[in-house]
């Protein structure tokens, strides 16, 4: 090394050999910035923030809306808040940046949240194309179809012709594309770009049957006039694997988010509440499973870079899985939706979170 530099001195003069070294040193700290910005750092942006910018939707209630006094609430909204939880201590440090269909990644790609809850499914364009990066699926779910019974149609084989209520940049308007389709029917599309929209379409008869995940649907009968004049068809025409998503680059920021949504399942699946967590963190128990859940033995916050308390702060925040769909999706809400896929895999449906070890 010594030599290189002493036939470097002799070979170029002071001036060149100083500009090469600037030059150097240049393209060092530009590929160490490259280094940083891949790296993205959004943990540290969240805690210096003191807030999590959480990307939802624009209103579907049961999912994401605010209620009367302006506070957030629903499904997705307990996900936002168990992530700022874990992270920042409470539930409550959240900004929600409410989004369209068809904005919602451009608006998580430029930065303008750090997360997105948002009824979304998971695909490979949108994980390969778009660069996001899903975190577990937290919704099983599947596109069905919304229809005034006085139509009499029982089935969505019969749906030849009808116009069709569908929202823009949605894997919902690909399927209904792929299905008509493969069953050689024609329909005409009345597009829109809220539900609130499609709702007013759909109302007034601008369209004859309205399509979208079946969630979705169960929130949207709940919201007509009267909700007993429309069905949902019995057909699911596709897989909907509704699940949060981070831009693809920052692997620590994904970590976070994907282990908070397991500790959420693994919650329900341990018996470990709202209501509960608190006390059962207290003291280190003889269920070593437990234990590390609760930060009382083991280091798995540390590993994610979080408090040992991350677990314990997101339960306390909103309770477990179980507790989160009963409270905005469950049969004593307007939803009424059923566990079905949704359970638990000790319950019988496929709800399935890797370990905490
Ligand atoms: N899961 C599908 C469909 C998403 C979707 O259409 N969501 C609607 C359901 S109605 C929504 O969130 N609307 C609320 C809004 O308009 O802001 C996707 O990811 O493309």
């Given at each position: 090394?010594?030599?290189?530099?002493?036939?470097?001195?002799?070979?170029?003069?002071?001036?060149?050999?100083?500009?090469?070294?600037?030059?150097?040193?240049?393209?060092?700290?530009?590929?160490?910035?490259?280094?940083?910005?891949?790296?993205?750092?959004?943990?540290?942006?969240?805690?210096?923030?003191?807030k999590l910018n959480c990307i939802v939707s624009s209103g579907l209630a049961g999912f994401a809306s605010p209620d009367e006094k302006g506070n957030w609430q629903g499904f997705d909204v307990d996900f936002c808040r168990a992530v700022a939880a874990a992270v920042l201590g409470s539930g409550d440090k959240v900004k929600f940046v409410p989004t369209t269909n068809k904005t919602r990644f451009t608006q998580l790609n430029a930065g303008e949240g750090d997360i997105l809850f948002r009824n979304t499914t998971e695909t490979l364009s949108r994980d390969a194309d778009l660069k996001l990066t899903f975190l577990p699926v937290n919704y099983y779910d599947g596109q069905g179809f919304l229809i005034r019974k006085s139509l009499g149609v029982t089935s969505a084989t019969q749906l030849a012709g009808a116009s069709v209520c569908i929202q823009t940049g949605t894997t919902t308007e690909l399927n209904l594309a792929d299905y008509f389709r493969a069953n050689k029917m024609k329909y005409e599309p009345v597009n829109t770009e809220t539900n609130e929209e499609s709702i007013v379409a759909y109302e007034s008869k601008r369209c004859d049957v309205y399509t979208t995940d079946a969630s979705a649907l169960a929130s949207t009968r709940a919201a007509l006039k009267k909700p007993s004049d429309h069905v949902i068809l019995p057909e699911i025409i596709s897989k909907e694997p509704l699940g949060g998503a981070v831009r693809h680059g920052d692997d620590r920021w994904a970590d976070i988010g994907k282990w908070v949504v397991n500790a959420l399942i693994i919650a329900e699946e341990m018996g470990i509440t709202q209501k509960n967590v608190k006390e059962l963190a207290k003291k280190s128990g003889n269920n070593p499973g437990m234990n590390r859940f609760l930060g009382t033995e083991g280091s798995m916050g540390e590993m994610l870079g979080l408090d040992k308390k991350w677990a314990v702060n997101a339960i306390s925040a909103v309770g477990n899985y179980g507790e989160i769909f009963e409270r905005h999706l469950g049969p004593k809400t307007p939803l009424a939706l059923e566990r079905g896929l949704n359970a638990s895999w000790k319950a019988g449906g496929i709800l399935y979170a890797a370990p905490i070890r």
């Open positions: 090394m010594f030599d290189s530099v002493l036939k470097l001195k002799t070979t170029y003069s002071k001036e060149v050999l100083g500009m090469r070294v600037t030059k150097f040193l240049v393209i060092i700290a530009v590929l160490f910035s490259f280094t940083v910005m891949a790296d993205a750092g959004t943990l540290e942006d969240v805690k210096t923030r003191g």
